[in-house]
């Protein structure tokens, strides 16, 4: 049972322009969602993250979204940069007796194109 | 910076074999994670510990164990591996267990089971 699903596998983008990565949650109790990224051959590493009482946060060139109502949320990377290829991984977790035990999604291969 | 420091990049063992995965952090961390990493299936829990001695069973811990004898360590146990269990193993940890904290991951030891 995927708690957190990341439906698109893949995502081509040209450089400049958006890159937009979706996350869909089906568990209400989550209420803390995070983005990670990881390049071939090195862990995940923390990119933004947002709570359940903000539907935004900004950090540079990254926002991330949250639709509480649609359980989705989405990151926006502008412009995309060619470093910006690698995967992403939407986190969630409840807060709620769990600490940061983090719930992932699938990921998103991002290219970056020239 | 956080260093977590994963004891094999690659490994390769044989069915039923006994193995063992180590994991070291640097910055005396409280908690510590073990995920694995499949295509298709992205990150999934498999034990947490919250303190020295302290273990939590994740969401697929079948035919896994493991140990925290230091704060510093948190070793995964492959009790007789099997073909299923290849895959890529990531190690984890985080200060302590705020919802806020962020993990901290190693690069990874990617087991193979023949």
């Known amino acids: 049972d995927q708690q957190v699903k990341q439906n698109s596998p893949s995502l081509s983008v040209q450089e400049g322009r958006i890159s937009i990565l979706n996350c869909d949650y089906t568990n209400s109790m989550f209420d803390y969602f995070l983005w990670y990224k990881k390049y071939p051959a090195e862990g995940p590493t923390f990119l933004i993250s947002i709570s359940s009482i903000k539907d935004k946060n900004e950090d540079g060139r990254f926002t991330v979204f949250l639709n509480k109502s649609a359980k989705h949320l989405s990151l926006h990377i502008v412009p995309s940069q060619p470093g910006d290829s690698a995967v992403y991984f939407c986190?969630?977790?409840?807060?709620?007796?769990?600490?940061?035990?983090?719930?992932f999604g699938t990921g998103t291969q991002l290219k970056v194109e020239l | 910076d956080v260093k977590v420091t994963q004891s094999s990049r690659y490994l390769v063992k044989r069915t039923g074999e006994k193995v063992f995965l180590e994991c070291v952090q640097d910055?005396?961390?409280?908690?510590m994670f073990w995920y694995r990493q499949d295509p298709g299936l992205g990150l999934r829990l498999i034990y947490f510990?919250?303190?020295?001695?302290?273990?939590e069973k994740g969401d697929i811990p079948e035919g896994y164990s493991v140990s925290r004898e230091k704060k510093e360590r948190f070793s995964l146990i492959l009790e007789s591996a099997s073909t299923n269990q290849t895959s890529m193993y990531l190690c984890a940890s985080s200060l302590d267990s705020n919802v806020l904290e962020k993990l901290f991951f190693g690069s990874g030891t990617q087991l193979s089971v023949l």
């Open positions: 986190a969630a977790n409840s807060g709620k007796g769990g600490g940061n035990k983090l719930t």
């Open positions: 910055m005396d961390h409280e908690n």
């Open positions: 510990s919250y303190d020295v001695k302290m273990k």
